[in-house]
């Protein structure tokens, strides 16, 4: 397959009256490289729920333009009605996948800005607009929070030497695909890239929707980056033969206290990578932490249809493997205690130990950043 151009996950294209909204539509690859076009907010959350769109980051810029959509074309007598259109769509969007926090943070964000509008007097297209403005900002604002969070994460990550690469393992997909552009985890390893470091990257295939051998060994792949693709069960023994320097993931919701909800696979992969004393750093942005929850006890787990697990490909007609009619537990996520992560790597700062004092300081500082932006924007 020939390099594909890289567009942005969640984009949309033209003005806000005569634009549309574009995802990469990701089952299909790494087969080929494909768009879809979405124009109201349930096709959004479909595209949520499929996992043509996916990644906390993605779906939060996907849902803040399904906030949009949902009243682009209605037409509204008064501000409160916009308001009440726009709280109908966020619970509808929210539902469509209820771990990854990015989704209900962006949703809530832009109904508690149209609020406050509304409340000072815009009128209803006015208000249309700032929807629109709003979810532009928060895909732009993502992009800038990938680079300064692979900067504050390739700080900590030495390159290998001349003969000997450092090997990073990297669990599921963080990369372009997962975000709007650039990553979390995988924005880290494109940093150490960027800075010239002698880096090598085993990349588990990631059951069972395989997002590590469909997406993430295809971004590298266009990225010119050294890999090698594992079984998810070798980690551990890779590990244990000394082959593996540093673990790096995402995540899809950060508790309070630094317990991490991440892809199925996260919880052992720490514990083996505790017991081999390797490194491990969650790479995330604030919008993904969560302090209204005290632990990863407290995070609604989504479970998933059994075709997942059953056949080899996403579609489990194709490559079945178990029995017809085997019954299936499928956890789409675990949650990964605190005390087996080295560090939360942010856009603002690397936290450490006690999470609950250092995430609740790059939360305010992310909070600080924004304010002094609209306070900007305000002015100009």
């Known amino acids: ?46 595209c949520i729920k499929t996992m043509v769109v ?26 409160k009605d916009v308001v009440e259109a726009l709280k109908k769509a966020k619970t509808m969007l929210d539902a469509s996948r209820p771990t990854a926090v990015n989704l209900s943070w962006a949703t809530k964000r832009i109904l508690e800005l149209i ?55 990297h669990h599921c997909n963080t990369g372009r695909l997962a975000t709007v552009d650039y990553g979390t985890a995988l924005g880290i390893i494109y940093t150490l890239q960027e800075q010239k470091k002698n880096i090598h990257v085993y990349v588990d295939e990631t059951r069972p929707r395989l997002q590590g051998a469909r997406l993430t060994a295809w971004e590298l792949q266009q990225a010119g980056i050294p890999q090698h693709l594992i079984c998810d069960s070798s980690s551990g023994f890779l590990m244990r033969k000394g082959m593996i320097d540093v673990c790096v993931f995402g995540a899809d919701r950060v508790t309070a206290n630094g317990d991490v909800a991440n892809k199925i696979g996260t919880y052992m992969l720490s514990i ?73 790597v942010t856009e603002e700062m690397v936290c450490y130990p006690p999470f609950e004092k250092s995430l609740a300081e790059a939360v305010a500082k992310a909070k600080a950043r924004l304010a002094t932006s609209r306070a900007e924007q305000k002015s100009a």
């Open 1 to 46: 397959m020939e390099k594909a151009k890289f567009y942005r996950s969640v984009y949309w294209t033209g003005d806000y009256k005569t634009g549309q909204l574009f995802m990469v539509d990701q089952p299909k690859l790494p087969a080929s490289f494909e768009t879809i076009t979405c124009t109201d907010a349930e096709a959004v959350a479909k």
């Open 115 to 169: 609020e406050a509008k509304a409340k000072g007097g815009a009128k209803p297209d006015q208000l249309k607009k700032l929807v629109w403005e709003e979810a532009t900002q928060i895909c732009d604002e993502d992009v800038a929070i990938n680079k300064r969070l692979g900067k504050f994460g390739a700080d900590l990550i030495p390159g290998g030497t001349p003969d000997k690469p450092t090997n990073l393992l």
């Open 272 to 344: 083996a990578a505790k017991e081999n004393d390797v490194k491990v750093y969650c790479a995330c942005p604030t919008s993904t932490i969560d302090l209204s929850l005290k632990s990863g006890d407290d995070i609604e787990i989504e479970q998933r249809g059994q075709d997942e697990v059953t056949g080899l490909t996403i579609d489990a007609t194709k490559g079945q493997i178990a029995p017809t009619g085997v019954p299936v537990t499928n956890y789409a996520f675990d949650v990964t205690p605190a005390k087996y992560l080295t560090a939360i």
């Open 54 to 79: 996916r990644g906390a980051p993605a779906i939060g810029a996907a849902g803040s333009y399904g906030m949009y959509l949902a009243v682009k074309e209605g037409s509204y007598a008064e501000a």
